[in-house]
Nanobody, 123 residues
């Protein structure tokens, strides 16, 4: 049974930082592309960042470029999202997801999802 478990969310002031973690089990972690998505109240889930399983290439949505960094540790079956210079508009539930496809940004192309972790940025 595949499980993705996010952690590291919380309340932070604008300009602060948080590091999200997503621990995976039940899958060959190194063979999956890993992504982070977020969903704010009343909005659709949106792509945030992705790291591929070949080469570890990374891609970001424009609004987080230069502020967020996605990384993975295949030895620990964990993907991270370092979030710096947080803004109130970053407030959302953040989800990690795993895909057997390469460099995908569409949520429908992901096979497995975590339950999410809340990030709240106060202004």
């Amino acid at each position: 049974q595949v499980q993705l478990v996010e952690s590291g969310g919380g309340l932070v002031q604008a300009g602060g930082s948080l590091r999200l973690s997503c621990a995976a089990s039940g899958l060959t972690f190194s063979s999956y592309t890993l992504g982070w998505f977020r969903q704010a109240p009343g909005k659709e889930r949106e792509f945030v960042a992705v790291i591929t399983w070949i080469g570890g290439s990374t891609y970001y949505t424009d609004s987080v470029k230069g502020r967020f960094t996605i990384s993975r540790d295949n030895a620990k079956n964990t993907v991270y999202l370092q979030m710096n210079s947080l803004k109130s508009e970053d407030t959302a539930v953040y989800y990690c997801a795993a895909s057997s496809k390469y460099a995908v940004t569409g949520s429908r192309q992901y096979d497995y999802w975590g339950q999410g972790t809340q990030v709240t940025v106060s202004s």
